[in-house]
Nanobody
């Protein structure tokens, strides 16, 4: 059983930046591939970014060039040039490599709120 805890959420103005972190307990990042999902109010959960053991990354088209996923002791999501459309609950996930969709996820965090004002 892996527990994932997100941190770093908050409120920013359009064009601003935030960096989310996801810590795992126990630290088992090497046993899984990791990803970030998000769920906006009234919308379905969607994949944002994923990273595999080789460091290969994949991004949703909507965030390419603006968000960067990385992994060392924790999983991170650097979010730049934030837009109101990025407002959502951002959820850390661990699962079957590579985590490219919801069916691949074995463990979910509880989410971090991100609000981007116009």
């Amino acid at each position: 059983q892996v527990h994932l805890v997100e941190s770093g959420g908050g409120s920013v103005e359009s064009g601003g930046s935030l960096k989310l972190s996801c810590s795992a307990s126990p630290v088992t990042y090497r046993s899984y591939c990791m990803a970030w999902f998000r769920q906006a109010p009234g919308k379905q959960r969607e994949g944002v970014a994923g990273i595999d053991s080789d460091g290969s990354t994949i991004y949703a088209d909507s965030v390419k060039g603006r968000f960067t996923i990385s992994l060392d002791t924790s999983l991170y999501l650097q979010m730049n040039s934030l837009e109101p459309g990025d407002t959502a609950t951002y959820i850390c996930a661990a699962g079957i490599c590579p985590v490219i969709g919801i069916p691949d996820v074995m463990y979910w965090g509880q989410g971090a709120e991100v609000t981007v004002s116009p």
